[in-house]
């Protein structure tokens, strides 16, 4: 009977037979879910060297899709010798200008592409590929804010996301049109008004105190070379891009004046 009921228990984690040889997997996909996955465009340049013994000493280049701090989807090519679900492949991840050996399992094979999970990372990868994920990171972290409890502001409707790390992105729309911004992430802030494109800005001289006694500053424009802008409105985009439930076409909007 006690074990019966186990069977019951095992059955109700993994979502299938506790006799069944899925199991495993089953139960693998139950503990550890499938974490928010980073949609990459080919310009990024994140590919994985899978080491097959039909493919040569060089490997067989396939490019990643999309990945996360459990797993990878890549494009296999449609080569002929795919993996098969189960099965654990090895390889050389290239990351950010960085080649990491990595250990995958198979977890899903539809066509080309191909779903996988890390299996045991190396403390340097999994530190690499957490510094990578930040931005995807600290979107995770962000609450959005109820609407009743934000201010009305005049020019529009509110919607404000924070973060107990100090991120925070506030913006205003107006009948689907983006009308200002405000961001801090990472140290870094940016305010839109209906510019060209957002600015870049840091703290100048003391103006005063808020209510609440924390000392404010004049905010200034900070001058930036095209290739520091770049430099930082790429983490932006991402971290954006990750908000949940931000909507789309307001989205496009605010990427759009990073430029």
Not at 12 to 40: E, W
Not at 46 to 75: I, Q, R
Not at 141 to 165: I, V, W
């Amino acid at each position: 009977m006690a074990w019966d009921g186990l069977k019951k228990v095992l059955k109700t984690i993994v979502g299938g037979s506790a006799d069944s040889q899925s199991a495993p997997l089953s139960a693998a996909k139950a503990i550890f879910p499938r974490a928010p996955r980073v949609n990459l465009s080919p310009e990024l340049r994140v590919w994985l060297n899978w080491n097959h013994p039909e493919a040569g000493a060089k490997g067989h280049e396939c490019h990643v899709t999309n990945v996360s701090v459990t797993g990878v989807a890549f494009d296999d090519g449609g080569q002929s010798f795919s993996a098969s679900i189960g099965k654990t492949i090895t390889g050389q991840l290239h990351l950010d200008g960085n080649s990491m050996p990595v250990s995958l399992m198979v977890v899903h094979h539809t066509g080309a592409r191909v779903g996988a999970r890390w299996v045991a990372l190396e403390p340097s990868v999994q530190k690499a590929l957490w510094e990578w994920l930040k931005p995807e990171k600290a979107a995770a972290e962000c609450n959005r804010m109820p609407e009743q409890m934000l201010r009305a502001e005049l020019d529009g409707s509110p919607c404000c996301y924070q973060s107990n790390a100090g991120n925070e992105f506030f913006l205003v729309s107006s009948e689907g049109k983006l009308v200002r911004y405000t961001l801090s992430l990472f140290g870094v802030s940016m305010e839109y008004s209906g510019a060209a494109a957002a600015r870049f800005v840091g703290a100048g001289r003391q103006i005063g105190e808020t209510r609440r006694g924390s000392t404010t500053y004049q905010e200034v424009e900070m001058k930036l070379s095209d290739a520091e802008r770049a430099l930082h409105c790429e983490p932006i985009a991402r971290f954006l891009k990750a908000l949940p439930g931000l909507d789309a076409d307001i989205l496009s909007q605010v990427v759009s004046t990073l430029r």
